[in-house]
């Protein structure tokens, strides 16, 4: 088997020393002050990695997805340090787990898994960097539009709460809900218990880049 993206050499390196592992979606991978004990390369399914404010209030960092690595478990194995967030599993998760031990072995030994890690390292920082920006600079009504685009599925259902959708954009369910009534208002999408409809791609699509 090999890896998305990965060489066959690292492929067969990373295999030799990992574990195939499945997690259900709603487990709690690890919170903070959780040692880190593994390595993980998802294969497919979604983990949703937060912090909680003073306030309560859930800030979704960054999510990671099939073929993807997670930003804090390697800055933890790289540091020695315990886990500083949260984070909880939102589709079934198959991946590959190398253990501590062997993730430290393999950087040293393999060329291919160094430059696997700090490639994957380094994007997810640009990412993380560009949701900082997103947070701090962009409009609600823009960061809301780009979500519902990328939570749509084929028919263009959301199948999401206020809740949800405020949490993912880091903002209070009650702007959310005042900001789906405008956008419902104008034409783009239908609201309904527990779901959304968007009925307007395209001018969804030309809010969500207007920034």
Same mark, same amino acid.
């Given at each position: 088997? &090999?890896? !998305?993206?990965?060489? !066959? ?9 990992? +574990? #195939?592992? =499945? /997690?259900?979606? *709603?487990? /709690?991978?690890?919170?903070? *002050? ?11 399914? =979604?983990?949703?990695? %937060? ?11 960054? %999510?990671?997805?099939?073929?993807? !690595? ?16 949260? @984070? ?5 998760? !198959? ?15 393999? @060329? *291919? ?8 390292? &380094?994007?997810? /920082? ?7 920006e997103q947070l701090?600079?962009? #409009?609600?009504?823009?960061?809301? &539009? ?5 939570? &749509? ?8 709460? %206020? ?11 009650e702007v959310v ?9 104008? *034409? ?14 395209? +001018? ?8």
């Amino acid at each position: 088997m &090999a890896f !998305t993206g990965i060489d !066959t050499a690292t492929s067969r390196d990373v295999l030799l020393q990992a +574990k #195939p592992v =499945s /997690v259900a979606a *709603g487990s /709690v991978l690890f919170q903070p *002050g959780d040692p880190c004990t593994q390595f993980f390369i998802l294969t497919s399914g =979604s983990v949703r990695v %937060h912090r909680l404010a003073p306030s309560g209030r859930e800030m979704v960092l960054y %999510h990671v997805r099939a073929g993807e !690595t997670c930003i804090l478990t390697t800055l933890c194995l790289l540091s020695d340090e315990a886990y500083s967030a949260n @984070a909880i599993v939102e589709q079934d998760v !198959t991946a590959w787990a190398v253990p501590s031990s062997r993730f430290n072995a393999l950087m040293d030994s393999s @060329a *291919g898994f160094r430059r696997l890690v700090f490639t994957s390292y &380094a994007q997810r /920082v640009a990412d993380l960097m560009q949701r900082i920006e997103q947070l701090s600079d962009v #409009p609600v009504d823009v960061r809301l &539009a780009a979500c519902l685009l990328e939570r &749509a599925d084929a028919t263009g259902l959301v199948a999401a709460t %206020h809740q949800a959708l405020a949490t993912e954009i880091g903002t209070a369910r009650e702007v959310v809900s005042r900001t789906l009534e405008r956008l419902a208002h104008l *034409g783009m999408l239908i609201l309904s218990r527990g779901q959304i409809e968007l009925t307007d791609r395209p +001018k969804l699509e030309t809010l969500s880049r207007s920034w």
